[in-house]
């Protein structure tokens, strides 16, 4: 970004940061996509945002099932010529910095072999693109718009929900719409709130064939042109929530005053924050408060 | 002072957005750029060079962070997340004094504006209500409710200021609403205080203690001095009482009250509530809604107790009074609860542990950590996973993010997935990430042939590219 201060901005330049879901397990389990086909979708995207508009900047960010980390930064390598004249420095440096990741990414997991596996750390790279994008926005008054594209395959990690939903929010405050696009079997809650509460547009393609398709339909527009798009409409995001103590969706429950934890039924006790209660008095109050408000309304 | 990143930037763009419009009003902000002899220093050679201000707002910004993170490690983290609170803006004669430009009352109300939506954006299921001191009277200005935009339109309507302040006849005031909140919420008051004076009827003395027997934590910031009876009643009431020097210490002062306060017990009883988590209409579906009272199509949310139709979340249904949430609003407070610890400062010379020789860049945002002359810059480790941060990255994981992107990666290990892990699924699992290794070369083979068969690859694979 600081190479380049003379370069005027519009508001139709782009930084896209795209988190590459590179979980081994997701992508040996998957059957209708394998993940070189993925990554052929993926990278000619890549490429097709850089050429609509030459100070269009992409970030890929790996978000592997044990580490997170930068592999493609396109500010960076923007002086550098092709390889061999055969292929793009696009796709050399991606693939060689995503290979010593994937390596990196398995070594860790045999350090700590026993972690939670099934799920790949979107927390962890969400983290990491709302660190990059506040750097650009430091950068001075003259930035591209960010947003954030999660290509994301494996099933939503219950550890990471606060994780996740604390970045939601950060990018929320600072504006930064979180696309996403699943590939996986079942919707992703936590992609659907992304997207839902930061204003993208989430996206479960039905036929994984034409990938790249959907990727320059919908996420290749920058954020002024979207106003002018008929985009896909989020459907039926469930904010409901989920109990603390049998994990069932609830539709009306008992919240912790002190530590808004979840529960469905009146316990003597919060299990999370140790507190101890008086009465369910819920009603009481509900109904005490119904008739302080009813005069004003 | 939790205003963070994005305000800054909100600010920005605002700026931003003012340079094409107008230009009136901003007066204020050229003030504080008039004494620009302030931000020079003079370096050991004499020359005035401007005051280094990052280090020093970091400096600044990290001796906060670690009072904040000592005052909740003394006891167990506990804050009161559902808060009642009512803003009395004294608006008497001695708000129009015009110390602070251009006048106390203009700044007080832009600032308790910037509060508003920083309160509720901090505890998206407390309440606010505005009352104002005027000719020695208080005035209900609006009533406890979750909306900033219904708060800021009122303020904004009635800002003239005449007569005495009375303190003892705002306390009695929001003493007689208060008292009628159910026992779970924390009750506050905080009083944005212009006058020297207080015109009270009776003993102020008997409504202070009346407000501590009822659990209401009062707290004070004055616009000009420190009073006796302001400082009593703080310390009677358990709040914090301050004095502004000028405008942007008011403002730091004000934000200081956005993040929920400590709970203590003894002034709300923990209890459990009964709340709905009302889903989304149908799409396209036509009712009328019991708060405006209108037919809308689509877009609202249904009481699951009473099923009548709501605009916007969080809200009291008006039919059977069921608190209405989603689980974002929820989440959005959960971080007070699981609170980041602060990253330690790495000195320059610590560079020769061997692991982290090698890490010469922020790891949030790949900022590099070294100065141009080849010395590293000032940065941070987290205590968690060792790595480093640049000054930037810190401010914003902990005031706006909450979340260290490096230990999300090395901690967060779920005992109960573990234990789940038997061995057939660990020895598939090292089967798995072989096969994904080989397609990977497959695929680096793939990608350097001349001419693919693949449709995506003509533009990479053509030589003359």
Not at chain 1, 38 to 43: D, E, I, N, Q, T
Not at chain 1, 209 to 216: I, K
Not at chain 2, 222 to 246: N, P, R, W
């Amino acid at each position: 970004m600081t190479s380049v201060p003379s370069k005027r901005y519009s508001d139709d330049v782009s930084l896209v940061v795209v988190l590459l879901d590179t979980n081994p397990f997701f992508w040996t389990a998957s059957s209708s996509l394998s993940f070189s086909q993925f990554l052929s979708h993926v990278l000619a995207f890549v490429n097709s945002i850089l050429l609509l508009n030459q100070l269009n900047q992409v970030v890929v960010i790996a978000t592997g099932y044990n580490t997170c980390d930068y592999i493609y930064d396109s500010s960076m390598d923007a002086s550098q010529s092709s390889e061999k004249g055969r292929m793009p420095s696009v796709y050399s440096n991606l693939l060689q910095k995503l290979e010593e990741f994937m390596i990196k990414d398995e070594k860790l997991g045999k350090e700590q072999s026993q972690r939670a596996i099934a799920s790949s750390l979107l927390s962890g790279s969400l983290s990491m693109a709302l660190c990059y994008i506040q750097r650009v926005f430091r950068s001075g008054p003259l930035h591209p718009q960010p947003r954030i594209l999660c290509l994301q395959g494996s099933s939503d990690g219950p550890e990471q929900y606060v994780a996740v939903m604390n970045a939601i929010f950060s990018a929320q405050r600072s504006m930064v719409p979180i696309d996403s696009c699943y590939v996986g079997a079942n919707n992703s809650a936590f992609l659907q709130q992304a997207s839902y509460i930061t204003g993208g547009v989430y996206v479960k393609p039905q036929h994984l064939d034409g990938l790249f398709q959907y990727l320059t339909t919908v996420f290749a527009t920058d954020l002024h042109s979207r106003s002018f798009i008929r985009l896909p409409r989020p459907a039926g995001v469930d904010f409901r929530a989920s109990c603390f103590c049998h994990k069932t969706t609830i539709d009306m429950g008992y919240i912790c005053s002190v530590c808004l934890s979840i529960f469905c039924k009146h316990h003597k006790k919060c299990s999370t924050c140790g507190s101890v209660f008086g009465q369910a008095q819920s009603d009481t109050s509900s109904a005490s408060d119904h008739k302080r408000k009813a005069p004003e309304t | 002072m939790t205003n963070s990143i994005a305000e800054k930037r909100r600010q920005q763009e605002d700026e931003d957005d003012e340079e094409d419009g107008d230009l009136e009003g901003w007066g204020e902000r050229n003030y504080t750029d008039e004494r620009s002899w302030e931000a020079l220093q003079e370096d050991e050679s004499g020359l005035l060079r401007p005051i280094d201000n990052k280090a020093m707002y970091h400096a600044q910004y990290r001796r906060r962070l670690r009072s904040l993170s000592a005052a909740s490690n003394s006891h167990r983290i506990q804050k009161g997340l559902i808060r009642f609170l009512y803003i009395v803006l004294d608006l008497s004669r001695a708000a129009s004094v015009m110390d602070f430009r251009p006048s106390r009352m203009a700044v007080v109300a832009k600032n308790a504006e910037a509060f508003i939506r920083e309160f509720f954006d901090q505890n998206p299921l407390s309440q606010i209500a505005l009352v104002t001191i005027k000719d020695g009277v208080a005035h209900s200005l609006t009533e406890l409710g979750g909306s900033p935009e219904s708060h800021i339109k009122a303020l904004m309507a009635k800002l003239e200021c005449s007569g005495d302040s009375s303190l003892q006849n705002a306390l009695d005031h929001v003493h007689e609403y208060l008292d009628q909140i159910p026992s779970y919420g924390h009750r506050e008051v905080l009083i944005l205080y212009s006058a020297l004076t207080s015109c009270d009827p009776g003993d102020i003395m008997e409504t202070i203690q009346k407000c501590k027997k009822s659990k209401i934590r009062c707290s004070v910031i004055g616009l000009s001095a420190e009073m006796f009876i302001c400082k009593h009643l703080c310390q009677e009431t358990g709040g914090l009482y301050s004095v502004a020097l000028d405008e942007s210490h008011f403002k730091d002062l004000i934000l200081e009250h956005a993040p929920p306060p400590p709970a203590i017990a003894e002034f709300a009883i923990a209890n459990l509530i009964k709340m709905g988590f009302p889903q989304r209409a149908a799409e396209g579906s036509i009712s009328i809604c019991s708060c405006h009272k209108e037919s809308k199509v689509g877009e609202g949310y249904i009481c699951p107790r009473c099923k009548a139709r709501v605009c916007e979340l969080p809200t009291e249904c008006c039919i059977c009074g069921l608190t209405l949430v989603s689980s974002p609003h929820l989440a959005r407070s959960y971080h007070h609860l699981f609170p980041i610890a602060p990253f330690d400062e790495v000195k320059p010379s610590c560079h020769n542990e061997p692991h982290l020789k090698s890490q010469k860049t922020c790891f949030g945002c790949q900022q590099s950590l070294v100065n141009p002359g080849n010395k590293p810059s000032l940065h941070v480790a987290c205590p968690n996973c060792k790595q480093y941060f640049c000054l930037d990255c810190d401010i914003y994981i902990h005031e706006s993010l909450h979340n260290c992107p490096g230990s999300q990666i090395l901690g967060s290990t779920d005992k109960a997935v573990e234990q789940s892990l038997d061995h057939t699924n660990r020895a598939n699992l090292h089967a798995l990430k072989k096969d994904v290794q080989k397609e990977f070369k497959d695929h680096m083979h793939h990608m350097d042939c001349n001419f693919c068969n693949d449709m995506y690859f003509h533009y990479g694979c053509t030589p003359n590219l």
